[in-house]
């Protein structure tokens, strides 16, 4: 499905730039920064910013969290967690989230909470080049 399609889909209009944030979504091999966006996608910075609130509002785009305490935006995939190299910053997606034990962990060692809605679980380490 092209991005149009999936743009018209959502309820949004397919302008030049949600495309063109798509594209650049499209080809990168990392969750990238709203900055990071900008340099790729010529248009300023409070463009990028609504137009990637958006697209997360529509379910297209996703937000990753890092350590650095960044959002990161990314094509909305499922739910997935990352991991990533402290040394050069690459970033691994992995697939498959089996968190059900640890959140019930989570909750028996909690005495003020009840339910989990929701979680992120990133990884952090060396890549075999860094290593």
Do not use: W
Request: aromatic letters at 4%; a positive charge; glycine letters at 6%.
């Amino acid at each position: 499905m092209s991005s149009t399609d999936i743009l018209k889909r959502n309820g949004l209009r397919a302008t030049p730039k949600r495309l063109a944030l798509l594209t650049a979504l499209e080809k990168a091999q990392k969750p990238l920064t709203a900055e990071e966006l900008h340099a790729k996608v010529k248009s300023d910075l409070v463009t990028i910013y609504r137009n990637l609130q958006s697209l997360v509002a529509a379910g297209i785009v996703s937000e990753a969290r890092f350590k650095d305490s960044s959002v990161r935006y990314e094509l909305s995939r499922g739910h997935h967690h990352h991991i990533v190299c402290t040394g050069c910053g690459a970033v691994e997606e992995l697939g498959g989230c089996n968190t059900s034990p640890l959140e019930h962990e989570a909750l028996q060692a909690s005495s003020r909470f009840s339910r989990i809605n929701e979680h992120s679980l990133e990884f952090f380490g060396l890549c075999k080049t860094c290593a």
